[in-house]
């Protein structure tokens, strides 16, 4: 339920506080705080909101910059929660799915400095054009190459340190190779590989990512369905056995949190899915899920393991699934209703550039796999959360970011209008007027 407020912390109103160095005023700013808060105005000085509510006049001084919205609306900065930036830069406007196939396309070579920091930076330039703050880079580290070397997060350090980042970056290492194979050894070194020094408020290296299988409509998920060749896919740990890999897998797992990391398990198959389940726990989650079952989802949600999920690519490939599972197991993939009332941490995201990075054809794509016609402003509140409050969550950052709240950094999108009004299927054409990240403007020109 929406509920009007005036300012929070009346106490600051009128009391000698210093003028705010920006004000937005004059629209409908959606917090997507805990109580469903909905303002018209906030104020934000040092990066960070001060005071939040329908009149906040008392923060305008001489020197503040004042951003009238004239109407328009206001909601946390998108946080994506998978997203490899490095490699949509280089590849970028080609996606690897284009209607609904896979395509060729073209992507600009990563051999040295330069090539590696314009693919950061054009990424980044693309994201805040989208209303992105925040994203979560997938799979940087040693035994990768071009997009995903090591050398990509050195010089994502070096671009956080000069303050040239638009958006905050969370960076997940990888010790074995992309959608291939890994080792317990290789992941073992890995570990000991020193990390770039950074302020984690713009690049946190704090998690890795496991593959432990790969995706089904290459019948590469591990799952207990059998494809139309009568395979079911397999770890991608080395191992002897579907036994061995599977120890193996948890034992990476227990290594990653031994030296304090988190960890994203791309699982797509079930199988996949509970082999991971064995060792995860609070603060991990599993990124894709494809064939996750109900069971696995209550189990997720009560060991506060999250789950990242992707409902464009699943309007993409339900069709390749059915050609290689069947109708049967294809219509109970990627249940996202479930996914919603489980009570798991639940994120939605591009996995960009395997389709757009654009979160409005993502939002407007889960809404279509719900069977949502016609406005329904319960519905893309939760939606919009799996990309603002919830994905903050996944970072371990809810205390400073995803919602906007007096204390947390002001991070935020205005739209042209108000998503809650509209129908899921418009969401795409609903205008990114401006990004601010941390008060300041990274996209657009309406401050004044």
């Known amino acids: 339920m929406e509920e009007k407020v005036q300012i929070w912390e009346e106490s600051m109103v009128g009391q000698g506080k210093p003028p705010a160095s920006l004000v937005v005023r004059g629209g409908t700013v959606l917090t997507f705080d805990g109580r469903g808060t909905v303002a018209s105005a906030f104020a934000v000085n040092g990066g960070r909101i001060v005071a939040i509510g329908d009149d906040i006049s008392a923060y305008v001084g001489q020197e503040t910059d004042v951003l009238e919205l004239a109407g328009r609306t206001v909601l946390p900065g998108i946080n994506d929660a998978h997203l490899h930036a490095a490699w949509l830069g280089a590849r970028w406007p080609h996606t690897i799915i284009e209607d609904d196939g896979f395509a060729e396309g073209e992507e600009a070579p990563m051999t040295n400095l330069a090539e590696r920091r314009e693919a950061i930076l054009r990424a980044g330039e693309l994201c805040a054009s989208l209303g992105i703050t925040s ?22 350090a070096a671009l956080a340190r000069e303050g040239r980042l638009r958006a905050r970056v969370t960076v997940l290492r ?44 290459m019948c590469t998920a591990w799952t207990h369905h059998g494809y139309h060749d009568g395979s079911h896919g397999s770890l991608l740990v080395d191992g002897e056995d579907d036994e061995d890999r599977a120890r193996k897998l948890a034992e990476m797992i227990s290594l990653a949190h031994a030296a304090g990391l988190s960890v994203g398990v791309h699982a797509t198959g ?51 699934l059915v050609g290689v599972l069947g109708a049967d197991v294809a219509a109970k993939a990627w249940p996202l209703r479930e996914m919603l009332d489980s009570g798991v941490v639940l994120t939605l995201s591009s996995d960009a550039p395997v389709v757009t990075p ?21 519905l893309m509140t939760r939606l919009l959360r ?12 809810a205390g400073w970011k995803g919602t906007l709240e007096r204390g947390k950094v002001a991070d935020f999108v205005v739209l042209a209008s108000n998503p809650l009004d509209a129908d899921p299927a418009a969401l795409p054409g609903i205008g990114v007027e401006a990004t601010f990240t941390g008060g300041r403007c990274v996209h657009s020109g309406l401050l004044r």
Do not use: N
């Open 135 to 156: 994203y979560t880079e997938p799979g940087l580290g040693p035994g990768e190459t071009g997009c995903f070397s090591p050398e990509v997060l050195e010089e994502y």
């Open 174 to 217: 990888l010790f074995g190779l992309l959608d291939g194979r890994s080792s317990l050894e290789d992941f073992e070194r890995g570990l000991a590989t020193p990390v770039p020094e950074s302020d984690r408020a713009w690049l946190d290296v704090s998690g890795v990512k496991i593959f432990a299988d790969g995706i089904a409509p």
């Open 270 to 320: 079930d199988r996949s899915i509970e082999a991971a389940l064995a060792r995860l726990r609070r603060g991990d989650h599993i990124v894709h899920g494809d064939l996750v079952t109900p069971a696995q989802l209550t189990r997720m949600a009560s060991a506060g393991v999250g789950l990242t999920t992707q409902p464009a690519i699943a309007a993409a490939m339900g069709g390749a």
């Open 358 to 378: 654009d979160w409005r054809v993502h939002v407007a794509a889960a809404a279509k796999l719900l069977g949502v016609r016609g406005p329904d402003p319960e």
């Open 386 to 397: 799996c990309y603002t409050a919830e994905a903050a969550v996944q970072d371990g950052a």
